[in-house]
Nanobody, 116 residues
Framework: QVQLVESGGGLVQVGGSLRLSCAMS????????MGWYRQEPGKQREKVAE???????QYADSVKGRFTASRDFAKNTIYLQMDSLQPDDTAVYYC??????????WGRGTQVTVSS
């Protein structure tokens, strides 16, 4: 069972920055996709960023140019650098992976709150 543990959420003012981290129990080479999703109360979970084994990364239109996803192979950790945060970015952020051998895994989430 793959374990994912997010950290780095918190309260930030409009225009501020946060960096989320997701520590994985297996090597990042085990995954076909690693990424970040978010969910606001009463809404469906939505994609924020997805990084693929090929090296490509896809972002939601709403975060392009403001958020940057990255990975550290040595630490088996992925990150989400979030800049120019807006109130609409307030949500619980989840780390997710799709294993090469199959199966999708989720972390428990970390709350990000942007105050105006």
């Amino acid at each position: 069972q793959v374990q994912l543990v997010e950290s780095g959420g918190g309260l930030v003012q409009v225009g501020g920055s946060l960096r989320l981290s997701c520590a994985m129990s297996e090597s990042v080479f085990s995954f076909a996709m690693m990424g970040w999703y978010r969910q606001e109360p009463g809404k469906q979970r939505e994609k924020v960023a997805e990084m693929f084994r090929t090296g490509s990364t896809q972002y939601a239109d709403s975060v392009k140019g403001r958020f940057t996803a990255s990975r550290d192979f040595a630490k088996n950790t992925i990150y989400l650098q979030m800049d120019s945060l807006q109130p609409d970015d307030t949500a619980v952020y989840y780390c997710t992976t799709v294993a090469v051998k199959g199966g999708q895994y989720w972390g428990r989430g970390t709350q990000v709150t942007v105050s105006s």
